[in-house]
């Protein structure tokens, strides 16, 4: 008795189990689907490229001519200084009517200040502008936005820029090397932009 109940048991487990089981492996695969699944809108390929389209859009809408062309060509803006004292104690002196310093603009890099006339390197003035507005956390902004809100910050109000900064000496995140093959390279772009400047200006008429 107790053997055919045991036989019997058994036999109905079975049963269920096979008419159960496809169920259950159909839901297990759906939860597994699930887990994998990514959002359309958590990634997107193509989100970084249009935000630094927009963000060159922008850029180039709130700069001049020259310092738009001078991104576009080289990849950072200088700034002149504004600064009576400059940037630093005892560097004041005013040569050939030119600025005193200036600084070189770089997307998440520190903000190098120099001497236009010697390139003399002067310091790192190192600032963040975190981007809060999107939706997934990103600690940067696009690299045209960052080279724009340091723009807007030398430009509005230079002297609380300096102040809020961390100052290095140079060469402690920028190399020193490539700042100056930088200001080589920003003087032969002046001086090939001058040139194409005079070959398209009308000639003055004969007297």
């Given at each position: 008795?107790?053997?055919?109940?045991?036989?019997?048991?058994?036999?109905?487990?079975?049963?269920?189990?096979?008419?159960?089981?496809?169920?259950?492996s159909e839901a297990l695969a759906?939860?597994?689907?699930?887990?994998?699944?990514?959002?359309?809108?958590?990634?997107?390929?193509?989100?970084?490229?249009?935000?630094?389209?927009?963000?060159?859009?922008?850029?180039?809408?709130?700069?001049?001519?020259?310092?738009?062309?001078?991104?576009?060509?080289?990849?950072?803006?200088?700034?002149?200084?504004?600064?009576?004292?400059?940037?630093?104690?005892?560097?004041?002196?005013?040569?050939?009517?030119?600025?005193?310093?200036?600084?070189?603009?770089?997307?998440?890099?520190?903000?190098?200040?120099?001497?236009?006339?010697?390139?003399?390197?002067?310091?790192?003035?190192?600032?963040?502008?975190?981007?809060?507005?999107?939706?997934?956390?990103?600690?940067?902004?696009?690299?045209?936005?960052?080279?724009?809100?340091?723009?807007?910050?030398?430009?509005?109000?230079?002297?609380?820029?300096?102040?809020?900064?961390?100052?290095?000496?140079?060469?402690?995140?920028?190399?020193?090397?490539?700042?100056?093959?930088?200001?080589?390279?920003?003087?032969?772009?002046?001086?090939?932009?001058?040139?194409?400047?005079?070959?398209?200006?009308?000639?003055?008429?004969?007297?």
């Open positions: 008795m107790l053997l055919a109940l045991s036989a019997t048991l058994i036999v109905v487990f079975v049963l269920l189990w096979e008419v159960t089981w496809p169920q259950i759906r939860r597994r689907a699930r887990r994998q699944l990514i959002p359309v809108d958590a990634f997107d390929p193509g989100r970084e490229r249009r935000a630094e389209q927009r963000a060159r859009q922008l850029l180039r809408s709130c700069v001049n001519e020259e310092e738009w062309a001078m991104y576009r060509d080289l990849g950072f803006i200088r700034v002149w200084g504004g600064l009576a004292e400059g940037p630093e104690p005892g560097v004041s002196e005013q040569t050939d009517g030119g600025a005193p310093y200036a600084y070189l603009v770089y997307p998440h890099k520190p903000i190098v200040a120099y001497l236009p006339q010697t390139r003399q390197l002067l310091n790192e003035y190192c600032v963040e502008f975190p981007d809060e507005t999107r939706p997934y956390g990103s600690p940067r902004l696009p690299d045209s936005d960052d080279v724009l809100a340091k723009w807007m910050a030398l430009t509005g109000d230079e002297r609380r820029l300096i102040a809020s900064s961390n100052m290095h000496l140079p060469g402690r995140q920028v190399d020193p090397k490539q700042a100056r093959r930088d200001l080589w390279r920003l003087s032969e772009w002046e001086r090939s932009r001058l040139a194409r400047e005079r070959r398209s200006a009308p000639s003055s008429p004969a007297t």
